[in-house]
């Protein structure tokens, strides 16, 4: 043993304390680079928060499981809980959509389920579904039952008898015309569909209800509206909005007008609210005009109409609302949802406030228990709140991680930080890494960004994050302070509620912001430069999605913004910006003078998401464009290698019906691009000529942007919060080209990967390692979270390693850690066997399971971390070394205090590997490839080399004595030596004086005792 410390201190510690990193120029492959999926199979995004719910807009409850409930959230899935909201688990991340809008649960049958796609609004920020979904288990399963052209579904509804019977209000295209919307009908479950009531291709429904005491009688309201390109005063509504009553079971229909708005009075959405005890009482939200808008009731089924109430704080903003509920057993109840929810007792002639807050919760949709109505379900912007009381109190949103993050961007800390404005919340800063184990509220706090912005962490002072238009958030202190250029708005700036920010990445000093002009400015935002004019179409027109509505949009004019701003991370002067009008402009001499190089596909209105200019080359760019507010899903990337004077269409491999929303280049190896659509992330491994999915494991949310930092892939999702995608080393291995071409036949090339379309040669691949960083599993000493608190995933607790088998194994496969003295001169070809001194740690694919006896846990056994078994399987597998010697034999193991839900490892541990150079060996069928790997320490440990040298002595020797001590059967002398090895072990720093006592007393016990066995 103490020659192999010496061996492991040689190649120790002095250089590896630091962080780096190498670019690698290889010319990007020009040869059919697209690869088998099974070559990053193993690849997982991971979840890290935050944890506060995101616009929710479907609910629905079980009245007969009153602690069962369903949410739809927009860009955020299907979620259901059990526990009366205590947690809550997503049922739909396998769909290829997770923009909903509408929920329903079959009255008669509660294993059926109906979901509605598309969040079901009329508002700048959205995204649309594909139609109809159905569970007949609960949410186990889903099938896809059409209407895919509606885009948008407001609501569903189920026949309380017959869970067959379904009308489904069918908004339809959000941005221009289309004809699949109206009110839909089923009697067959779904299979079909027959439209029953319709007015034209402007005009969608909105909300549709059943008579509470016939089911044929059916009352309906259609919406005339449409959402124009430009951010502000984009919303217009048309002359066939309504309120409809069918008594035949939707056949036929009437219109409902008598005492209601008229269109000359600006009619426009309407919601329903039948009251359950008496179906001739029912509730009308109207909005119109400020004169005519209000709750209006019926007490004749709907016949006539009074405006019982005219408060604009409980009908104000009903494009985005207008959801009303009736108690069901006293009609004189009513609840009206807005920014706050509101109750009244009379009959709606007065509200009083029930549930809201300062900023405004925004609540969206109300479910009441039919059975019991102090139960009831809110779904609102902030996510999904649950009362049992009658609103007494409520379950949290903090347990839902559905957070519509607009923009994400990294810090240089270690571990990263990433930062982003949530939609309705605020902003999160979130740690990549917790030192806990664990992603949880420990690791998440706001950082004074406005909800739709972006955030620009400071690369030289940490803590510092600039965001939005434009405030400096400083961690130390909690100071947030406006230093935006503008201070109060007038007409000399123009702005969208995303107004982008971003640091130049060769002088960290300056900071770029942008309205209609880019501002600058160096020195934290004490005072801006102007750096450009107006850099937008001087008149970009009214697009023809507009449709009917273009001539009332035509009445006024209508600019765009500055939406993209890319500096050049080769030329401090070289800046690119893109307009959400569809213009893009370059400067070469720091804004002194600008050139107009749009790509000629871009029309007016299509704005430009991203700008990424190259790491490699000046004259390279890459942008992603949107045309989705005008009513087109198509996908649009260019590429230019000419500074602008061409561009080349981007995107064979995408999916036709998502817009793009983000382009990235990876800063290490050229050619190898991301992007991020409504959908899905893509990978290109050729420049952006052929595109393949990275979705992975990702739910189908709107990826708003991605950002590649170190050796991750961070996004932000409109729906989802922020993931990671650790270790994308293997995607640029795959990467890199002819000096990685396919060896001749019979010769092994090391597992080294090929240019082939196939993706690789005969032989296995063992991937090279990232450089790695020797951190702690969890440093907690308190009692561990409980499973119900949410948390987010930490990354794997150990060094990352990649191999790819093409064909199941014959025989077992052997992963072997050898220090690093094993020699490296067989690399670049197949090798024997390692030399078994140099052995650090050795796993087999044939490896059993540690024995787990229950009985002898005194905690149920959920804590305990499933066994790590290396795959033999066809195809790419990620495979997780815990930077530790094998475990000592120990007659007592146990789940420490520092434990996490199904993630804990039973301890004594094996002693940790010192940080230095060492070798993995990858043996399959009796042929080994082997790659170097680099462990450094974790730079935030001031332990030198010194005392890790006199830590792994002190350790390793306990663990001599360990098995010495097992094999003689001192049981107490061996549980003694277990604790010893944690005291030694458990901090990043050199062993105590008293430490090392204790071991050399427990060593004089060992020898006396074994001289007493003898």
Known sequence: MKALVAKLIVFAMVSLLGVGMVRLNADAPKADATYDPALFQEMRWRHIGPFRGGRTVGAAGVAQQPNVFYIGVNNGGVWTTTDYGLTWTPIFDDQPTQSIGAVAVAPSDPNVVYVGSGEGLQRPDLSVGDGIYKSTDAGRTWTHLGLGEARQIGTLIVDPRDP???????????????????????????????????????????????????????????????????????????????????????????????????????????????????????????????????????????????????????????????????????????????????????????????????????????????????????????????????????????????????????????????????????SAGVASRSDYGEISFREWHPVGVEEYGYAAPDPLHPGIVFGGKVTRYDERTGDVQNVGPVVIRDENDRFDRTAPIIFSPVDPHVLFFASQRLYKTINGGRSWTIVSGDLTRANPGVPRSLGIYTADASKSAHRGVIYAIGPSPKDVNLIWVGSDDGLVHATRDGGAHWTDVTPKELTAWSKVTQIDPSHFDPNTAYVSVSRFRVDELTPLVFRTHDGGTTW???????????????????????????????????????????????TLNLPHSSVRDLVVHGDDLAIATHGRGFWILDDITPLRQLNRGPERAAPPSGVADNGRLSNRGAGLSAPPVLFKPQIAYRLRRNRNTDTPLPPEVPAGQNPPDGVIINYYLPTDAAGPVTLEILSGSASLSGAGSASPSGERSNLVRRYSSDDRPEPLNEKELTVPAYWIRPPRVLASSKGMHRFVWDYRYPPPEAFQRDLPISAIYLDTPREPLGVLAPPGTYVVKLTVGGRSFTEPLTLKMDPRASIGVAGLTRQFMLATKIVDMMHRSYVAKLTDLN???????????????????????????LERRLNTALRQRH
């Open 648 to 694: 080349t269409k981007i995107t064979h491999g995408m999916a036709d019906n998502a817009p793009v929303n983000v382009v990235r280049e990876d800063p290490i190896v050229k050619g190898l691009l991301f992007a991020g659509t409504e959908r899905d992330v893509y990978v290109s491994f050729d420049d952006g000529d052929r595109w393949q999915p990275l």
């Open 164 to 426: 067959n019977r379904v009308f489904v209000a069918a908004l339809g295209h959000p941005y221009g015309p289309n004809g699949e919307r109206g009110v839909f009908r089923s009697v067959d479950g779904g299979r079909t569909w027959q439209r029953v009531l319709y007015k034209d291709e402007n005009t969608g429904a909105i909300d549709v209800a059943f008579d509470p005491a016939n089911a044929q009688i059916v009352y309906a309201a259609l919406w005339a509206a449409r959402q124009a390109p430009w951010e502000y005063n984009n919303a217009y509504t048309g002359a066939t909005s309504g309120l409809f009553k069918s008594i035949d079971g939707g056949d036929t229909w009437q219109p409902l007008t008598r005492g209601l708005p008229t269109v000359a009075q600006g009619l426009s959405r309407i919601g329903i609210g039948i009251a359950p005890s008496n179906p001739r009482r029912i509730y009308a939200w109207v909005t119109a005009s400020r004169e005519a808008a209000g709750i209006y009731r019926s007490d004749d089924a709907g016949e006539s109409w009074t405006r019982v109430n005219d408060e604009a704080r409980v009908w104000g903003r009903g494009d985005d609302f207008a959801n009303v509920r009736v108690d069901p057993a006293n009609p004189d109840i009513v609840y009206a949802a807005n920014t706050s929810t509101y109750k009244s007792i009379d009959g709606g002639r007065t509200f009083s406030g029930f549930k809201g807050a300062p900023g405004g919760d925004d609540y969206h949709t109300i479910w009441i228990n039919p059975a019991n109505a102090a139960i009831m379900l809110i779904a609102s912007d902030q996510g999904a709140t649950i009362t049992v009381n009658g609103g007494q109190t409520w379950s949290v949103w903090y347990n839902q991680p559905t957070a519509q993050m607009f923009h994400v961007a990294a810090d240089n800390r270690f571990p990263y930080w990433l930062y982003g404005g949530q939609q309705e919340s605020g």
């Open 975 to 1001: 549980n003694d030596l277990a604790t010893a090895l944690d005291v030694v072990e458990a901090a990043d720093r050199a062993p105590t004086i008293q430490a090392a006592t204790a071991v050399a007393n």
